[in-house]
Each structure stands twice: as C-alpha cells, then as structure tokens.
C-alpha cells in the first residue's frame, strides 16, 4: 500500500492496522478509499453485484483485485493526495 498512494508514508506503514490513521475519514466504504482491517489493506477499485472490488497485496502471495467481504473492516480513508 505504501507504493500505491502519492508520497510513501514511511515504515510505520508496514503494519495494517496503521492505515487506519492516514489521510481522514472516508465516512464508510466508497470507490477510491483504502479499507483498513486489523492484518490487511487494500483500496477499493469498484464494486459488482453488490460486491466491493479490492485491489490489495499480499492476497494470496500476490497482489489481487477482487471482490472481497468488507465485514471486519475497521476504517476507511481517503488518502491525503484524493483529499
């Protein structure tokens, strides 16, 4: 994730659950917000059937976009470079 929004945050990025301090608050799930779980981000790319479209690394050993659950989600953020 660190590589995919404007200016590298830095390290303290390497952990999921930092993510849900950057940028502000999306207010719930939209296209172009990074969802933050407690072990997992990714951003959301678009949704299909009701599903939300997720783009993400380490997803299976490579990075992925595909429709993902967004229960257990514990932010969503705009970052600061779509502000």
Do not use: E, K
């Amino acid at each position: 994730m660190r590589s995919q929004v404007g200016q590298d945050p830095g390290p303290q990025y390497n952990l999921a659950r930092s993510w849900a301090h950057y940028g502000v608050n999306a207010g719930g799930p939209r296209v172009g917000a990074i969802v933050v779980w407690r072990h997992h981000v990714g951003t959301i790319v678009g949704q299909q059937n009701g599903q939300w479209i997720v783009r993400s690394g380490n997803d299976g050993h490579a990075v992925r976009t595909r429709p993902r659950s967004l229960a257990g989600a514990i932010a969503f953020r705009n970052a600061y470079a779509s502000m």
